[in-house]
């Protein structure tokens, strides 16, 4: 990324659940490519269960962490 000054963008953490990035914004995955969005606000997917990975689908919200068995 060039080194110029950028607006602050927030950043929301919800858990569980994705990260909610304000847009646009270009996202640089593990591979060395990049995604990019024009929306004015993005959910990034957490928990890698997304099929649109590194967009949020929800995904988590289908198979939630199960509780520890009892002791």
């Known amino acids: 990324m060039p ?3 950028a ?12 990260l909610l990035v304000e847009g646009p914004v270009e996202v640089a995955l593990d591979d060395g490519t990049t995604v990019s969005s024009d929306r004015f606000c993005v959910a990034l997917c957490t928990c890698r269960r997304s099929r649109i990975y590194p967009w949020c689908d929800t995904s988590h919200r289908r198979r939630a962490p199960s509780p520890p068995p009892p002791s």
């Open 3 to 5: 080194n110029v000054p």
């Open 7 to 18: 607006e602050r963008r927030r950043v929301t953490l919800q858990r569980p659940g994705p």
